[in-house]
């Protein structure tokens, strides 16, 4: 694999984003972009790939620059990821979590617990939080109803060193697996959420944000220890801001005394200085 460590979000406009992932730059859908102008027109004519939808809504990525071959590496936000042109418009990297990624890492790194924590990572998708968590010392279970999601999360630990670091690959439904471990009595310091807006489990089970997330966190407080640190949630579907997602957290975990929410935006800046906003995110420290 080619390997270039570095990212940089090069210009936002017209619905689309300009990114550099490594030695490529790549044009693709930003949707919750506003429609003003590209502020750089000679770097988007000069991207390697583009990701096209069609009338039928299917899409596809056209190489420009013809040795683009995948997969190759690049560094995010301290991590080392493997970057593909997935049919969905997809690379398996998702750069407005970085700042995530370095807050669980801090949050470890001053736990008082004095051991190893245990961080749950739900719907891990290709391993950010998980590998973030797992540098840091912690044991994690990581859990994403997509094999090849999992696959791929279990490359990227070992592109990161962590290959036999103390991580359990979980393929499931991550509710059923929730309350599973409940019944089994175990119990995390720290769990990290990024749900999708909609989705299904491995057996077909259907999932809707709007409708699963309650009971989700639900499952959630019933395998928080008693002592534990955190719990991260983020989304990125239209309606959930941080004042919603706060308050689903604040309900979830009403019976943990202590602690504190706080919430933001995911977002990165450009090269050119715009703010590129990809969701939210609501987190509960104590």
Do not use: K
């Not at 390997?3 to 030695?23: K, N, Q, T, V």
């Not at 973030?132 to 994690?140: C, E, K, L």
């Amino acid at each position: 694999m080619d390997h270039a460590p570095s990212y940089e979000l090069i210009d936002i406009g017209e619905e689309r984003r300009l990114e550099r992932f490594g030695r490529w730059s790549l044009d693709r859908p930003a949707p919750t972009e506003g429609g003003f102008a590209r502020r750089d027109p000679a770097a988007w004519a000069d991207a390697d790939a583009r990701f096209e939808l069609g009338d039928d809504g299917s899409g596809r990525w056209l190489t420009i620059a013809p040795d683009v071959e995948t997969p190759w590496t690049a560094l995010v936000g301290g991590l080392e990821f493997e970057i593909r042109l997935a049919r969905s418009g997809q690379l398996g990297c998702f750069p407005e979590q970085a700042s995530t990624w370095f807050w669980i890492a801090e949050r470890i790194a001053r736990s008082a617990l004095g051991r190893t924590l245990e961080v749950l990572d739900l719907f891990a998708h290709t391993g950010g939080s998980t590998l973030a968590a797992a540098r840091a010392g912690a044991r994690v279970v990581h859990v994403d109803s997509a094999r090849p999601a999992l696959a791929w999360a279990r490359r990227n630990a070992g592109l990161n060193g962590l290959a036999v670091a103390p991580i359990r690959w979980i393929a499931d439904d991550v509710t059923s697996f929730t309350r599973r471990e409940a019944r089994r009595g175990r119990r995390y310091d720290g769990i990290v959420l990024d749900p999708p807006s909609f989705g299904h489990g491995p057996s077909g089970q259907p999932w809707q944000l709007a409708r699963d997330l309650p009971g989700l966190l639900e499952a959630c407080a019933a395998v928080l220890a008693d002592d534990a640190g955190f719990v991260v949630l983020s989304a990125h579907t239209p309606g959930f801001d941080g004042d919603r997602l706060g308050s689903f957290l604040a309900d979830a975990l009403g019976g943990f005394p202590g602690g504190a929410i706080e919430t933001d935006r995911l977002e990165i800046e450009s090269r050119s200085g715009r703010q590129l906003g990809l969701g939210t995110v609501a987190r509960w420290d104590r």
